[in-house]
């Protein structure tokens, strides 16, 4: 079953302007991690962020936790058509004594140049 | 560092074949994961290891897929017979260890295509 849902399911875009992409999960977490995965590739760890922090940068990216609401958002700024990718957010449940990486369904991002 | 190595690319069997995957993890890595993933969809774990031990294989459908890790770096993913369903991209990934704060590698999967 998964863990995470991202929302929205699509996002299509000018080059330019900011995607802004949400997680939602079930149960409690240590960490979130996001990866993008362009067409025909694995996935690529793009930033994770713990459970007592609620907003973290990396370049162009935001992200913000809210554990109360058990949700997450990822955005990019000024984004570029290099942008193009799935966005997943991964959480880590523990189960049976060990942390189980768990993805959500994806969000497909389409930046238009 | 090189990444993870994951073959072959593609596949293509008949239902009722059988089939099998390999990947090479990242030097060091002692966390080791198969993941499928539907066209469309999120990867779905199928088999978590600690270097040669299993975590977690919960959702690996046992009837028909094995999974092993010799020596605890490479593994190997076999299904026997495939079915339609199984068409899918499978993925590899590898962490240093796993406590949910060591982002996962992933090799660039096997697509696989049952007719």
């Known amino acids: 079953s998964q863990q995470g849902e991202e929302d929205p399911q699509a996002l299509s875009i000018q080059e330019g302007e900011n995607a802004t992409m949400n997680c939602s999960y079930k149960?409690?977490?240590?960490?979130l991690q996001w990866y993008r995965q362009n067409s025909g590739r694995g996935l690529v760890h793009l930033i994770l962020i713990r459970s007592n922090e609620r907003e973290k940068h990396s370049g162009r990216l935001r992200v913000t936790l809210d554990t109360s609401k058990k949700s997450s958002s990822l955005l990019i700024t000024a984004s570029r058509a290099a942008d193009t990718a799935s966005y997943f957010c991964a959480t880590d449940p523990f189960s049976g004594g060990s942390y189980i990486p768990t993805f959500g369904r994806g969000t497909s991002l389409i930046v238009h140049p | 560092e090189a990444g993870v190595a994951q073959s072959p690319r593609y596949k293509i069997i008949e239902k009722r074949q059988s089939v099998a995957f390999w990947c090479n993890p990242i030097?060091?890595?002692?966390?080791l994961y198969w993941y499928q993933q539907i066209l469309g969809q999120g990867p779905k774990l199928l088999i978590q290891f600690q270097n040669n031990g299993v975590v977690d294989d919960s959702q690996l459908p046992k009837d028909r897929f094995s999974a092993e890790r010799l020596k605890g770096v490479d593994s190997t993913l076999k299904i026997q017979p495939a079915k339609l369903e199984d068409s899918a991209v499978y993925l590899c990934?590898?962490?240093?260890?796993?406590?949910?704060?060591?982002?996962?590698?992933f090799g660039n999967g096997t697509r696989l295509t049952v007719t």
């Open positions: 149960t409690s977490i240590n960490n």
């Open positions: 030097s060091g890595h002692a966390t």
């Open positions: 990934a590898s962490s240093f260890i796993w406590q949910g704060d060591s982002p996962l590698h």
